[in-house]
């Protein structure tokens, strides 16, 4: 068997390249990309844990682990493993999977540029983390991709608001190594440098100062028809200037567009390099001259080539450089530069070719033309064009020109160079600058002559047209020959040794413009001259060219000089075309070149030749030399002969200091080997001059276009030096300047001051001399040369210690530039002796000055001595070190120049932290600590304490601070409280220090994102604290200072509770870098704590209760040892005040105080609060007995308080959550007021409870809650202080205050009832007792407005419901409790269902409303229950008067109740087709903590009650319902005739059309046999109760009918006829029930029927209420609560319609419900239904308003009524629920196991989905039917008990249906088989109701087999009408498995129907009602219809869909269309699905 084993270390880390899942109780899962540390491994199994979750172990496959190279330590039990990689990698990895839990959440609160931002940045990340690990690149690249890697981690960070990550050289720093201050400073660069860096991640260049630029350029591809061999030329130019200020870049291609050099095919590319800062800033152009090379004059058709080519002119291109700039700005990263087309342009006058570029860049169009390009010339380098112009819009047949792409590099070109090696490897051509660069490189050698062919003028002579001219120019040695190879026309090509000009056409007055590059050695300069020669190029005579003259001039002049820098003009010697210029002396020596040369005559005749010269011709041209070894200067070339000329010596020497600096640094070698030897040839008489042009050379070189030549200083000091005497001179003259400057005027301090400038190079120069003085004489005057060395830092010292304004600039100079001699010294003295030059120098300085820049200078100078090596030599350390300080120390304390200072001292601690980490230096640092200690800690304590904070010295004065205590050990601290002997120094010291630790630990000093330098702080307060609490604890505790005491503990809570050290809070990644490096800082300083707690002893007392607050605030800390050790702290507390005082009153006072204050502040948790209250009780348990009870009885407050305060805090956000903080905040406010009585906290929560009302525009509730401080308040003259809500005032006043307060609250929540005894209290407080009559008047308006606004306003109807919440996971205030709410107006069950869902996100809204077990009460799920609760109306002696307005009476029935009901039906027996005689009602009666509507719109069930109510008792209910309604409409029409009769004529039509289908046969067949009174003989008086109520309804049908009658309009007169024939048949029909007893209670009953005795007749009848979602004053509104009506159809199926929406669901268990003890016991034991069929549906139904509330709650106290209480524990009744009426319209959550087939409630629980709708298509409604829905009574009762809606109708709108049952109907074909069986699955049209015409009657019987299916046969065939209802369409195979699932069980389900709500409106409109078929008639039934006709279908009003209730005014205009327009459309096609809740959400 396989045992488990220790992996080796290269099997220690690994990688999860899968997802894994385990089933094993021991495993683990893994997620791809995790990491994992492997403990053990067996047979293909490790055993190990994710590095995310280190705390659970267990096992893995090995398969989905990937092994990598990791470092293991400490291997054992408590080995830690990192992965062996890039530390780039690393960070990268990490970055990727922090930045993806937050792009997630990017995603989910729809930050969309951000996570796509972040997304693009990831995605770079992965690709260069990939290239990175590829190990395919050069170290080059490397460095290059990490620093852009951690650029783009860096902008990434800063973007997401994560931390700053400190870095140096890309490399995360290392803390370990690294001082505080260093650490700050490298935060800043970072800071700066992610702030500078670009969106796309990538640094910008930064802005230190670049001098040299270059320009890389590519020609990609000509595309120009040239025709022939061409010649481009690309040059800068200055169009400011009008200058070239480059060379020119030499391109030749062949006539078909190649490279003639076929090796440059892909690299056509130059660099224009040495361009300055100056040169950018001009108006800089890139300019192509183009050139064919070919014949005079072209001709496309020729091919044939000439023997002589000559240069044409063809056009020009021209591109701005800005273009450049701006396209590489916009560049990305890594993207290749970008392509720009230069067009090319030809001049109307080929004249005009030397300036074509002009006319282009100034846009003179007029002079040139844009060449055209054929498609054929086009070529490209390669022979493709460019992806980005063959993209363009146009065709590539339209370019012109030719594609380039630039781009600018920066740097010098050495750099460059590096940085780009791939460029300079192909080949790429330098073009330089015509000039020297801005900055001249040493070892630049440069020796090149620029010479421009300008212009020229020839005589025409005797022919009509001008000359072809062609210049040819040669450069001849001094021995005539020709130079070869030394022109160039431009780089890129080879050198020529002739060069030969463009040819204009006939033209005697040539301008070239053309630039010529002359490269002569040397030793050939020196009598070398330029020849031009001039030739005609002929048309005529082919291959010609005549010469006709020439002009030459020599590149010297007489004096040594090079040819000035300027325009020359040359004569032009004419010449014969066959002369032999045999040797050039023949004209050098006898003719002038230019008017500026006087050598020879005019003329010269050799052999008969002359050259004659016409003053008319002249030739110009213009030179520049670029020379390193050639100068134009005399007095340089003066000084370099200074032999030649001893007198001229001086004069030369001060003539020198004018020469310009190129020329010195061209010749400094020379220029100092020159000066050195004069003066050692005269030092007494040169010394002194010698050395000020020593001083000025020197002074020049430190210029920044000069500096580097300073190298070549430095190498010529080293290498070439040879003065060996001058030591003495320079030493001498050094003094005698320092000195003088002392005594004499400004002009002396001048030279001083620049000789103190070349201090650096001067005293170079004096060791060197005494170096080399002392090789060549063996150390001799050894001694002499320390005396004068030390004269000379005497006079430095003097000057120094001068306190003399005339002075300044020149000590501000001397200390500017002194470090720079430090190395030097050490050449030649000690480490000793050179610190005490420097440390005398610094001392000689007053400290009591008061000039700025002298002591700003004087700081600078320590800065600089602090970074020499000197600094860090500990000999020398030793002496500088207490020099520095002193005047460190001095000038922090006076704050002078503390920036400056600050940084010197932040330079130390840098530099001993570096020491620190050498072992061999530990005694050293020691001591340089301690001398730090002695001399700036306690200062730097007290300049933090005063330090501006928002200054830039305050971060890193403090970072300071931190270093200096970082540095410090045990043994400083030591040393430190040992030196603080007295008392009050040492208590004051420990004062400052907590006050300054609480200013860190605040950390305002360093922003937000800087982690690291937080925790460092953190970490250095958290050490010094452990050492300064001792000195506390032996010094300051037996001589208590509370003072001191407090401020600790005070420092201490506030480091535990900062920001920074809660963990919790941060990212995982965060969290776990902070606890790998400091661990959880909080625990050591709560331990900390708790044993300073503990040491105070019986000072205890003295911090009670001040402490308490503080330790509370720790004890939140999420951490749970802590917690654990804090939390007996308030016992000790309690203990410690209880043994004093004899209570813990200011305790607990003080505990709750502090605690709603903190869990505000979003701290503490459940953890919390279960520790808080075990660890306590568990103390207090251990007590006393004394006073245990009542500690107890705190700690159970406390902890009632916290579950309060917790959930309050979780609801505080969010707009979704508003009703759940308004009950956390009534909790809180009960807690505060019953269980603790702490008045000010429950004031404080009133108005908190208040404010949120108000903001949800709640204004009746908020009246309520205003109303609990007015009920506090008393009408007395008190003053009270004042509070945040009110000034201080008598209390009278208050309460007067709040009351107007409320009753303007009352009166825009319309609750005027509410507001008017307010109003009566105020009124009698004005008259009686204040005598404020204009109140009094006020007041009184405003109560008659009450009244009146209650008779006029119309007040929309608030619906009610039962809402039950379940699990342990709901708030404390919710948990496993049940409430009312009232929803709001015209407020739909889905709609509230939807409300509650947004709420709670999570819950699983129940589909049923059986009660629940223990095991959903105790889960952790939430479970939800919602169904409809019918309110039970408290004023029933109002209801039950008739006179009194329907408008008054309608809001008591829903107003000031706090008794609700709500029914389901409980069928008992045995199965009946006649449902009526089985039919029981369940009735639940809940009572809330408190009436509706008050401080909140929901209140607690406090009580549940639950009783039945017997079949003869609901119909008793349903007829007088319906006879109440038909009285009130008929009292309405006849006190106003001029209302409409729709409604009375539906009523009306709806009850004498049902009877006449037998609707009152079904409660004769069911009540009125004898079989039921001989089996029920204790229900007599019932039955006559009944049979009264059913002729009353005779009675009031003929009084009906009378009004109609005379009422009706002529369109309703046919109608009206049909009824009044029906209500005749209905009549003969109770009057051939040959029923004595029911024609005598009808003529008994006729005689009550006036209004009174009618109202006493019936007011013992029970009743269940009006569902509040239906407004009482809307007689619509009441017609569709209409009692049982069977209905007659006329379409092709038969249907019956209800109107009345079923009750809701009750919770009380099945076992609770017993029968009436009034009944028999055979009723009460009757037997369970057996037949397990769906029929026990929920029942809705009114209360009347004359019935009394006891009537309708007592339990069996009515003999009538048969209410009783339950009492059979073991009923097993089949109760169903209805899914309509418990969830949320599309919930799909259900309660798991309540689909059972076994449940003992129901054979079937309900659906699994609510509603149990399958999928739907087309409109907004619809319904299905069930296949196997049969036509039996039970199933039939089952599927419309699913069937009717909860929701109420708005007023002047007709119901619609919304869900209905279907049954197996028959096909109304005659002969036809039965229509298939309808299924949830099909969607059907809405059923129309049928209009009057439709009058004949359908037969809906039909016989059941004993399975309850359909016998077809028995149906008799009925002759089809026109259909009114469009056809079913057939049942989709595909849809038949989900009618079981969507049901949760095999087998029929019930069926139901979804009809098409009303078409919903847009805002502010009435919605549009559908219409139906014309002739339709609309019939609107109560519930009990149901249970007359099995086979009927019916129609809830609660389908009626209202976005908004229709205005009053709506109403009246539509109630005369409402009965003609209800339902004219056509039956509806398949409605659209409705989205599900779970889908919304």
Known sequence: MATWSPTPP????????????????????????????????????????????????????????????????????????????????????????????????????????????????????????????????????????????????????????????????????????????????????????????????????????????????????????????????????????????????????????????????????????????????????????????????????????????????????????????????????GQEDKEFLMKVYSCNNENEMWQLHENIIRKQLGKVNLQGSSYDTIVSFPLLLPAGLQANNRSSRDLTGMVVSMSLLHGELAQVRQENAFLFNKGVTLVRKLGFSDVIMPGDIRNDLYVTLERAEFEKGGKTTGKNVEVTMVVLGEDGEVLQECISLGEGELYTSEYQSYVLYHNNNPRWGETIKLAVPIDKFYGSHLRFEFRHCSTKDKDVKKLFAFAFTPLMIGDGT?????????????????????????????????????????????????????????????????????????????????????????????????????????????????????????????????????????????????????????????????????????????????????????????????????????????????????????????????????????????VLAQPVEALLQVQVTLLKYFHSIYDELLRLFDLHEVARFIANAVDSIPLDHNMTLLNQTKLKCIEHTIKANIFRETVSRAILLSTCLRHLSHHMRQKQELKLGVAAVGDIIILIQELSHDQSMSSVVQENVQLLVDSLLELMFQGVMTIDRTGEVAGHYVSCLIGLLGLMNEEHYRCLLEGLTDRKKLRDFLLRIFIVFRELVKQDHFPRDWVTMRMLTNNVVLTALQYFSQALTETFLFMFDQQLWSSYFGLAVAFLTQASLQLESFTEAKRNKILEKYCDMRVPMGFEILSMWQSLGEHKLNFLPGMVGSFLEISLVPETELRKALIPVFHDMMECEQATRGSFKEVECEMIDKLDILISQDKGDDEYRELFHSILLDRVQIENADWQETAGSFVNSMTRLLERLLDYRHVMKGSENRDKRMGCTVSLLHFYHSDIQREEMYIRYIYKLHDMHKEAENYTEAGFTLLLHAHMLNWTCLMLPDDEWYPRQQERERKEKIYVMVIEYFDKGKSWENGIPLCKELAEQYEKKSFEYAKLSHILQTQAHFFENILTELRPERPFYRVGYYGKKFPFFLRNKTFVYQGQPYEKIQDFSQRLQTEFPNASFMTHNLPLDDEVINSDVEYIQICKATPVPNDSEILQDQTVPEKIASYYRANNIDTFIFDRPVHKGGKDENLFKNMWLERTIMVTTSTLPGILKWFEVKSVQVVEI???????????????????????????????????????????????????????????????????????????????????????????????????????????????????????????????????????????????????????????????????????????????????????????????????????????????????????????????????????????????????????????????????????????????????????????????????????????VGPPIPPRTGLKGGFSLNSTTTSSASSITSSVSQAGGDDSVPPALPARVKRASAVSLQSLDSGLAPSPPLTPNRAVPTPASLQSSDTSSISSTSSTDTNGSVDSSTVPPIPPKPSKVRPLPPVPTTLEPQVSKSFGRQGPQPAFFDCTPLVPAKSGQTPRIPEIPEGSQSVYMSPSSVYMFPTSVYMSPSSVSLSSPPPLVEKKKNQQATAQQTYKSVPRPVPTPRKSVSDNR
């Open 1510 to 1808: 017997s079949p003869i008792e609901t119909a008793i209910q349903t007829m007088d319902n319906m006879n109440k309604e038909l009285r009130s409409l008929i009292h309405q029409h006849t006190t106003d005739q001029t209302r409409g009769v729709q409604i009375l004529s539906m009523r009306l039509n709806g009850v004498i059309d049902a009877a006449v289908n037998g609707g009152i046969s079904k409660y004769q067949e069911a009540f009125f046999e004898d079989d039921y009174i001989n089996a029920h003989p204790e229900d007599q008086q019932l039955v006559q109760r009944l049979k009264g109520l059913v002729m009353e309804q005779v009675s009031v049908l003929e009084s009906g009918l009378a009004i109609h009658g005379k009422l009706a309009p002529a369109e309703v007169v046919p109608l009206h006829r049909k009824m009044v024939e029906m209500f005749t048949a209905m009549k003969a029909s109770l009057a051939g029930q040959n029923s004595p007893s029911l024609w005598h209670t009808q003529k008994r009953l006729s005689v009550a029927s006036a209004p009174g005795a009618l109202g006493q007749r019936s007011s013992s009848i029970p009743s269940i209420p009006p569902s509040p979602e239906k407004k009482p004053a809307s007689p619509l509104s009441k017609s569709l609560q209409s009692p049982l009506f069977p209905v007659k159809t006329t379409t092709s199926k038969t249907y019956a319609i209800s109107t009345q929406p079923p009750a809701s669901v009750p919770t009380t268990p099945a076992s609770a419900v017993a029968p009436s003890p009034l009944l028999p016991e055979k009723r009460r034991n009757s037997t369970p239904n057996t037949n397990n069929t769906p029929a026990d549906t929920p029942v809705n139904q009114s209360v009347p308003t004359h019935v009394s509330r006891d009537s309708v709650l007592r339990h069996g106290s009515d003999p009538s009524l048969g209410i009783t209480r339950t009492q059979s524990p073991d009923r097993t009744d089949n109760i169903l629920t209805r899914s309509m009426d418990v969830i949320p319209y599309g919930t799909t959550n259900r309660h798991p196991g309540t689909g059972s087939q076994n449940s003992p409630r129901s054979s079937w629980a309900g659906p699994t």
């Open 562 to 798: 090079t040819l000035q820098d300027r325009q020359h003009e040359l004569f032009v010697y004419k010449c014969e075309e066959n002369v032999k210029f045999h040797s050039p002396a023949m004209y050098l020596t006898n003719l002038p070149s230019s008017g500026e040369d006087t050598i020879g005559t005019i003329g010269l005749s050799e052999g008969g030749a002359t050259f004659p010269r016409s003053p008319k011709e002249t030739f110009v041209i213009s030179t520049v030399v670029c020379s390193t070894k050639l100068t134009q200067n005399v007095d340089l070339l003066g000084l370099l002969k200074w032999k030649a000329h001893p007198d001229r010596v001086q004069d030369t020497l001060q003539r020198l200091t004018r020469v310009d600096g190129e020329d010195i640094v061209k010749f400094l070698h020379d220029i100092l080997d020159t000066l050195f030897a004069i003066m050692d040839e005269n030092t007494e008489k040169y010394g002194k001059q010698v050395f000020q042009v020593l001083v000025f050379i020197i002074d020049m070189l430190h210029s920044e276009k000069f500096q580097h030549f300073r190298e070549v200083l430095d190498t010529y000091i080293q290498k070439h030096f040879a003065g060996a005497l001058v030591y003495k001179e320079l030493i001498a003259s050094f003094k005698r300047t320092l000195d003088t400057s002392v005594t004499s005027g400004m002009d002396k301090q001048e030279q001083a001051q620049n000789m103190l400038k070349a201090i650096e190079y001067i005293f170079k120069f004096i060791i060197q001399s005494r170096v080399l003085y002392g090789r060549a004489t063996c150390g001799q005057e050894a001694e002499s040369f320390k005396d004068d060395f030390m004269t000379m830092f005497t006079s430095i010292n003097r």
């Open 10 to 333: 290269h099997k220690k880390y690994g990688v999860a390249i899968d997802n894994y899942v385990s089933k094993l109780p021991c495993g683990v899962n893994l997620q791809i990309g995790e990491t994992v540390q492997i403990l053990e491994e067996c047979a293909g199994w490790y055993r190990g844990f994710s590095l995310r979750n280190k705390e659970k172990k267990g096992v893995f496959p090995a398969s989905y682990v990937h092994l990598k190279e990791a470092k293991v330590e400490n291997i054992g039990q408590y080995e830690t493993v990192s992965p062996v990689e890039n530390p780039t990698v690393l960070e990268v990895t990490s970055v990727l999977r922090e930045w993806g839990q937050m792009w997630k959440r990017l995603y989910v609160e729809r930050h969309s540029q951000l996570f796509h931002t972040v997304k693009k940045l990831m995605l770079e990340l992965i690709q260069m983390r990939r290239q990175l690990m590829s190990g395919t690149l050069t170290q080059d690249q490397i460095r290059e991709l990490k620093l852009r890697i951690t650029s783009k981690i860096d902008w990434g960070n800063r973007k997401l608001g994560l931390d700053l990550v400190p870095r140096i050289d890309g490399e995360v720093v290392d803390v370990d190594r690294t001082s505080a201050v260093q650490l700050y400073q490298v935060h800043i660069r970072s800071q700066q440098d992610t702030q500078n860096s670009s969106s796309r991640g990538t640094v910008r260049k930064s802005k230190k100062k670049v001098l040299s630029h270059h320009l890389y350029f590519i020609l990609k591809n000509f595309a120009c028809n040239v025709g022939e061999d061409t010649d481009i030329f690309f040059s800068l130019y200055d169009a400011i200037e009008n200058k070239f200020i480059s060379e020119r870049f030499h391109v030749k291609l062949t006539k078909n567009g190649l490279p003639v050099n076929v090796e440059r095919l892909h690299s056509l590319s130059a660099f224009f390099i040495d361009l300055g800062n100056q040169d950018l800033a001009r108006e800089l152009y890139m300019v192509a001259h183009i050139f064919r090379i070919g014949k005079m004059v072209y001709s496309s058709g020729e091919s044939k080539k000439s023997s002589v080519q000559y240069r044409r002119p063809y056009g020009c291109a021209v591109m701005s450089i800005q273009e450049v700039l701006v396209a590489q700005a916009d560049q990305s990263e």
